[in-house]
Structures are given as C-alpha cells and as structure tokens.
C-alpha cells in the first residue's frame, strides 16, 4: 500500500506508529531551537516526558560546552549555510533529566517542506558500545604487556640458562682436554664443584619455570600438614648458604631462639622453596655485607606470622605492585641472577596453603616480608589438589 493512497489521518496515524516504535531518539526542532518533537525512545533516552519538553530549548538535553554551542551553530548554519553539524553524524554528550551523562551518537537533518519543523535529530545512546571498546582496548594493552613480558622473561632465561650451561661446558672441557697430572687434585675438585654448582643453578631455574607453568594449569599437588616452622627457616638457611656467602650477608635470627616457633598447617616442600626464595632474594638484592632479620610471631587472628627483612637496596614505591607478577623484575640490579618468577611462585605456594604474603619497602633502606600461615594446633592432615581441599 502506497504511503500516498491515505488519508491525512491515516498518515498521521502510521507516522506517530513509526516514530513511537523506532529505537533511536527522533527530535525534532523549529528554527528558534525549540522542541516540538519528542518519541517515546527519547522519552527513555532522557528521562523525560514529551509534554514536559515541549517548547523547550533543545539545549536543555545538552551538557557544556555543547549546550553553549548549539545556539551559535543553528544561527551560523541559517546565515551562511555552512554545515558543522547539518547532515553530520558525530559522537557527541547527551544530559538526562537527573543530570547525569552520556555518550551518544548523533546525525541532524534539515527539513524544508514543513513550515513548523526546521531540523530533525536521531540520537542512539552508545554507551555500551563505549563501554565495549574501552574494554577491548584494555585486554589489548594487557596483552601486549603481558606479551612485552614474556618476551623479556624469554631473553632473560636465555641468558640465565646459558652462563650456567657455559661454565658447565667450559669446565669439563678442561678436564678432558688436560693431561692427566696436569691439573693439581685441588684444582679438579675446584672444576667439579664448579660444574655441580652451575649445574644446580641450571636445574633451580628449569624447575623455577616448571613450578610456574604447573601452577598455571592448576597441576600442583599440596599436602597440608603440621610443619615445625623453625626447623623449615633453619633448613632453609642451611640451603642458601652460599647465596648468603656469596653476597657476604649475614642472618640474624636470634628472635627465633628465645620464643617456640609455633607448628603451622603448610606443605613442608613448598614452605622451604617460599622460604630459601625470600631469603635469596634478601640475599641477591642486599647491600655488600648486609644483614637479614628473620622473627616470627602470633597475630591477634591466631596465625603464625614469619618476617623475613633485610638492608637492601628496597623497591621503589611506584613498583610495589607488580613484585608478584610473573616474568617481572623490579630491580634495576641486571647482574643479580634469576628468573624474575620466584615471588610469583612464593605468592601462589602460600596462598594455597591458606595463608598470604606482605611487603613494605623503602628504596635505599630495605623490605621487609611477612608470611602469614594458619596454625596447626589440633588439626588433622589433609590434602589439597588443584587448590582444592579434599
């Protein structure tokens, strides 16, 4: 049926259908910039009623600086028939009855065959589509850092994997190619303990990875029981010894001595590995011939607390955040050693266990760690299993 074919009342009639039906705000304005036009789409769009706009300058529906410029734009576009906004779709701000904000999408036509009309707008409320973008736009920047990252842990592991694989080739190399007696007994032992060392810290860094990715896939296995904290910290101490000599740093744990450590409920291996992680680092990132602090106490909440502090270097405050984060190294120290993924690991560990971990640091003066973990007083052993108790 031809639009033409009906009667004046039937084309009011389906027009008002069309525009109370449409999901774009339809507005429509006289030359003066008054409303004389307003669909029910608008109605929800802005939160008010037809008859309330009536009349009303179009501006009214405007935050600055649009409302200021609406006026200016109609009378220029009238004198000049300049187009800035007619026959222009563009993204612009809308203000509902309470005032709030929104982004909208807006396109203005003139109209030139009703006396009584001059323009018509279509407006769509985009915020979603804004909400959409700034989403996508921000998994984007995550993974381009997280890819950044790795990237960077990639190079870095080559490198820390090769100096020790280096000395280990470079070491056997002399004891095969040398005649025998030419190298004195001492200087063997020296080349052999050389090659274990390099060949420890080779395995650290593989199992380092290891321990990330299966942590990742939800495939560590925790066994939860009572473990005596001080033989953990002493056992510990004992296994980073020659980090400790290397750095020349020295332990003070004699606050350990004058209290009983109380038992805690932890996975005896994966307490030690957070442990000897927290110390290396007190180590690594120390200041020649510094000192760690190690005490332990019972918070108010009735958990173990271990606090583990050193003199070091610090952690700039700006960086706090992203010390737990795989692949991510906040010292500016190149030459210490290591993968950058061992307080990721600790973090994970202990959380696991039911417990959490701390920092506060002062660049220049040192961190200090704490790590918190339930007490083992009357509790049965249990398991956990892709972090769930079973």
């Known amino acids: 049926m031809l639009l033409s074919s ?46 309330e706009v009536f009349g009303q300058n179009v501006h009214i529906l405007m935050p600055e600086p649009y409302r200021t410029q609406h006026d200016s734009y109609i009378a220029n576009y009238q004198a000049t028939g300049e187009e800035k906004i007619i026959g222009i779709g563009r993204e612009v701000e809308g203000r509902r009855k309470d005032g709030s904000i929104f982004p909208m999408y807006l396109s203005v036509g003139e109209v ?13 409320d985009i915020t979603a589509q804004r909400q959409n973008f700034r989403a996508l736009e921000d998994a984007c920047v995550r993974a381009e850092i997280a890819n950044q990252a790795k990237s960077e842990f990639l190079s870095r592991m080559s490198h820390e994997l090769r100096t020790p694989l280096n000395a280990v080739l470079g070491f056997a190399q002399i004891l095969e190619l040398s005649e025998p007696g030419v190298l004195s007994p001492e200087k063997e032992k020296e080349y052999f ?25 939800g495939k560590v296995e925790i066994s939860i029981r009572p473990v005596d904290l001080l033989r953990t910290v002493r056992q510990s101490i004992t296994m980073v010894q020659p980090a400790l000599a290397r750095y020349r740093i020295s332990v003070v744990d004699d606050a350990l001595s004058h209290a009983p450590m109380p038992l805690v409920n932890a996975d005896e291996v994966r307490l030690r590995q957070c442990v000897m992680n927290l110390l290396s680092n007190g180590a690594k990132y120390n200041k020649p ?3 760690i602090f190690i005490k332990c106490e019972v918070t108010s909440q009735g958990r173990a ?27 500016r120290r190149e030459e210490v050693e290591g993968s950058g993924i061992g307080l990721a690991i600790t973090r994970q560990f202990v959380e ?35 972090n769930k108790r079973r």
């Open 6 to 51: 009906l009667d004046s009342a039937s084309q009011s009639d389906l027009l008002k259908a069309v525009l109370n039906t449409a999901v774009d705000g339809i507005i429509a304005i006289d030359r003066r910039g008054r409303i004389c036009l307003f669909n029910k789409a608008s109605e929800l769009l802005f939160g008010y009623k037809a008859e």
């Open 193 to 217: 303990e050389a090659i274990i060392s390099s060949g420890n810290h080779l395995l650290g860094l593989i199992e380092d990875v290891l321990d990330l990715a299966k942590i990742e896939h």
């Open 289 to 291: 011939g510094g000192k």
């Open 112 to 124: 030139t065959d009703r006396a009584e009309l001059a323009y018509v707008g279509i407006v769509r």
């Open 305 to 331: 607390r271990l606090i583990i502090e050193d003199t070091g270097i610090g952690i700039p405050r700006e960086r706090l955040g992203e010390l737990f984060k795989p692949f991510t190294r906040v010292s």
């Open 352 to 386: 696991q266990m039911d417990g959490n971990i701390s920092v506060v640091s002062k660049e220049g003066v040192g961190s200090r760690f704490a790590l918190e973990l339930p007490l083992a007083a009357g509790v049965e052993s249990f398991a956990v299993h892709n």
